[in-house]
């Protein structure tokens, strides 16, 4: 699941770097992805949207088994 979680984020993470933003892969426990943002991401107003609306769908469009995605520091 680890592999598919990487190459989904590999797919989102030109925008975020187009924004000036990354994101890396911290952990996977139950279903739960534990992603830091980094950059400008990491101080952007609208990270949560960006992590709920954007990274969060499309991580479970391509990894169906993921169940939530949530920022640590």
């Given at each position: 699941?680890?592999?598919?979680?990487?190459?989904?984020?590999?797919i989102i993470r030109p925008a975020l770097q187009a924004?000036?933003?990354?994101?890396?892969?911290?952990?996977?426990?139950?279903?739960?992805?534990?992603?830091?943002?980094?950059?400008?991401?990491?101080?952007?107003?609208?990270?949560?949207?960006?992590?709920?609306?954007?990274?969060?769908?499309?991580?479970?469009?391509?990894v169906p088994e993921v169940v939530s995605v949530e920022?640590?520091?």
């Amino acid at each position: 699941m680890r592999d598919r979680v990487e190459q989904a984020l590999e797919i989102i993470r030109p925008a975020l770097q187009a924004d000036g933003g990354d994101i890396e892969l911290v952990d996977i426990e139950d279903g739960v992805v534990k992603v830091r943002l980094k950059g400008a991401c990491g101080q952007c107003p609208s990270a949560l949207i960006t992590l709920k609306q954007g990274v969060e769908v499309k991580l479970k469009e391509e990894v169906p088994e993921v169940v939530s995605v949530e920022a640590v520091n």
